[in-house]
Structures are given as C-alpha cells and as structure tokens.
C-alpha cells in the first residue's frame, strides 16, 4: 500500500482521514469499473457543500506532456472550484 503525500499533508492540516479516489481508466471500484460520471457527481456535490477538501496529482510525466500542460511531474494540486461545463453535447 503506497501512501500519497497529500493524504499525509491533508491529514496533518485538517486530522480528516483522506481518501484516495484512482481516477485512471484501469481503475476500479466495488463494482468492477471505474464510472467516472459518478465520482465527478460525487465530488462535486460534497465540494460544493464543504464537506471535503479536494487535491489532485500528477504522475510521472514526460517533459513535452508537463510543459504543453503546465503541470509539474509528481506533484500534488489543491482544487479550488469544481464546475460542470458542456461543449458540443460533452460534459466537461
């Protein structure tokens, strides 16, 4: 079992037990699929009502991919809002 450092930080900051939601395809859940419609509504439902602090991490990245998207490798970010938005019928 590998242990983010964010969980480590977000538990120091806040004593919350964090959770670790996987949000790669291969991932999945009780049911044996990862349903990332579900997780989004999930998340932003409990974001919007306080009940939970959101941060999202990178993996290794290769240096093209960090730069073209302005991430950093290995890093762990704090969401600050989380909106659905649709363009051309695709929820993004």
């Not at 983010?4 to 900051?13: F, M």
């Not at 959770?19 to 699929?33: K, L, N, Y």
């Not at 290794?60 to 998207?69: H, K, Q, S, V």
Request: with cysteine; net charge negative.
């Amino acid at each position: 079992m590998s242990v983010c450092v964010q969980n480590i930080d977000l538990h120091a900051l806040t004593g919350w037990i964090p959770e670790r939601v996987a949000i790669r395809r291969s991932t999945a859940g009780a049911d044996g699929e990862f349903n990332a419609d579900r997780e989004f509504q999930r998340i932003h439902e409990r974001f919007h009502k306080g009940h939970c602090l959101v941060t999202v991490a990178t993996g290794e990245l290769r240096d093209g991919d960090a730069d073209r998207a302005g991430l950093v490798p290995t890093h762990a970010y704090a969401m600050l809002d989380v909106q659905q938005i649709q363009v051309n019928n695709n929820k993004l």
